[in-house]
């Protein structure tokens, strides 16, 4: 997608706001209080589809990333395993300054791996609400879009 995580976390926000919005809209209200009953179910219907494909999109940018962060955390850990057995051969032949060297990156090792389940934590959760508010859209789209002309005629009647 070439953004930045800030512009990411915007769309994703901007993405939820929207959706939220469109789950939340009463369509039947809103086409009996239009002069265009027709244009109007035609631009909830296309704005809704617009909806849905930026979830997948973003669904997909986040499995991406959950999958590198779960790569990340792996990498991290066996690299902390390795520094805590240099750490403990250090200990072992009362080296000192390996012992430091060994303990500050093992900290390190530590500090990437839980960053990396933090971020992955995060991109999963706001996985499921997108989730959430994809399959009420979608049903909610589905059932419009299927039923259009029956609902413009019961509106003209």
Request: glycine fraction near 2%; hydrophobic fraction near 30%.
């Given at each position: ?5 800030d ?38 219907l ?39 057995k ?72």
């Amino acid at each position: 997608m070439g953004q930045s995580e800030d512009e990411i976390m915007n769309s994703y926000s901007t993405l939820l706001q929207n959706m939220k919005h469109y789950t939340d809209m009463d369509v039947l209200q809103y086409l009996k209080r239009t002069i265009y009953p027709q244009s109007a179910l035609d631009s909830f219907l296309d704005k809704s589809e617009t909806l849905l494909s930026a979830a997948n999109v973003l669904v997909i940018h986040f499995d991406n990333n959950k999958n590198e962060l779960v790569q990340q955390k792996n990498k991290c850990d066996d690299a902390k395993q390795t520094s805590d057995k240099g750490f403990s051969l250090a200990l072992k032949d009362f080296d000192s300054i390996n012992m430091e060297k060994y303990l500050k990156i093992s900290l390190e090792n530590e500090k990437c791996s839980v960053e990396a389940r933090i971020n992955y934590n995060a991109y999963d959760r706001m996985q499921s609400q997108i989730a959430y508010y994809f399959n009420i859209l979608r049903n909610k789209y589905d059932y419009f879009y299927t039923y259009k002309y029956d609902i413009l005629d019961s509106l003209s009647n």
